[in-house]
């Protein structure tokens, strides 16, 4: 029976392997602007009557996420909607010549917000382009992360101990000790609650990019996607109802199923929400997320109540070899299922190597690995090397210092655990695009140019003037003989800031080897710039540049 058993973990997990790898394309990360209408730095004859940007995913709008400006930097009146993948504007007032910012911010389909600026000019530029007032970060707070956190281990420890209580004790367990798990569950449930519906204002704040002062406001809570309020209200419920039903760890056979069905749809709230929602199929990509969940709740819930549960049998004969048995034959499918969902759900976020080491997602990702191999030796050195020693034991004293030892490293293995969820709550916020520092050879606070590497290729790029307002951007690529280097397709030019994403920036060819484009630079501080070149049919070499950005 449990030859079957463990078979049938191996074909759960390779048909979920096969389903999320086999039929889905890369997750996207966050949405980027890849067209607009008018282009950057296009000078029209008259004022346009619609203004519009084209994202590579569909996106939603936030209150007052546009704002447009004028070249003296005052507000102008103006209307904006979201259909999809399309955001429009349309100006509320008649303008005159000049140049015009609009600046805006709409949330990606994994919930994350951006935000950049397009500038434009009817007539003629303005000949000095004073910048808006202030720009909107898109960076998390860390009490949002905080909160993640602590909403994370609670949902888990208080579903992987209703679990744990329910279906691994055996009956030899006394009352007494059941009740050490059910009260944990209990506190878990707690900072669930607490967790997940403190983090949800602070969720609202951060989309819509206010503060905490916007959430006075009825519309900043009606832009927060109606999944997020179901999500919380799954896993607040879901947890309170299981511990409630769990009682002092020994319900009714009605009572104990629906306590584990209310801590099943508590682990699947989550799995709604995030990276994985912008994945293709999202629905298989959202199974592999829920099971990810359920996995890891069983693996630590049970590390947990084993830790709390082992002492207080040392005198009971085999009990506590019993329970630790029946732990083991469960935790070697958890762990399958828990491992290889986990990393074909990275896959699908990452879809590549070159983020793992060129992004914070990807360095946390690592990180996140390599404790979750600190946790494995561990359950590994349990499993065959304390089980059966534990097993073996005769006399009272041995089993008694067994016990101890089987505790501690129980305790340690959950303690990595705890590790490793404290990096998935930093994970949630962390975006998978690359966003690497530049590669330069010149001092990036001075004016001038910056080179970079490009795969055989040199870029030499430059902003003149290297300041906040109107700016031209020059690139030359060169190859090794230090010739202008010519491509069948022009490269592709992307800056960005912290604050503000401006999107592909459209080149004009001069001559050979040489782009330029006009921009507006709507703030100081470090720019990054993103320059890719197709080399070759399947050759696609990206490489950064960075500027600092003072004022005029």
Known sequence: MNRWRRVAHLVLVAVVALLVLGTAAPASAHATLVASDPAEGAVLESAPERIGLTFDEAVAGVPDGVQVFDAEGESVASSSSVSGKELAVELGEDVGDGTLVVVWRVLSEDGHPISGSLSFSVGAPSARVTPPAQTTATDAPWTLGAARVVGY???????GLTVFTLLLLTPAVPAAAR????RVARLGAVAAALGWLT??????????GGGLDSLSRSATWSALPPTEYGVTAAVVLGS???????GHGAPGRGRGRAALGAGAVALAGPALTGHTRAASPEALAVAADAL????GSVWLGGLVGLALVLPGLTGRDAAGGEVLARFSGVAAGVLAALTVTGVLLAWRIVGAWRPLVDTDYGLLLLGKVALVLVAVAIAAWNRFALLPRLQRAVKRRDRDS????????????AGVLLAVLLVTGVLVDESPEPEAAAASAADPTRGGP???PLDDVTVEAELSPQAVGPTTLTLRLRDSTGAPAVFYEPPRARLFSEQVDLGTVPLTSTVAGTHTAQLVLPSPGTWRLQVSLRTGE????VTYLEFVVGEP
């Not at 281990?153 to 579903?159: E, N, R």
């Not at 009740?179 to 059910?182: L, N, T, Y």
């Not at 309170?240 to 769990?246: D, E, H, P, S, T």
């Open 402 to 413: 067994g016990s101890r030892l089987v505790a501690r490293s129980t305790f340690a293995e």
């Open 292 to 295: 990810h969940l359920v996995a």
């Open 538 to 541: 399947f050759d696609n070499p």
């Open 240 to 246: 309170v109802v299981a511990v409630v039903l769990l």
């Open 199 to 208: 983090g949800l204002p602070l969720t609202v704040a951060y989309q819509v």
């Open 450 to 452: 910056q080179v970079a």
């Open 179 to 182: 009740r050490r798990p059910a």
């Open 153 to 159: 281990v609670g949902l888990l420890l208080t579903a």
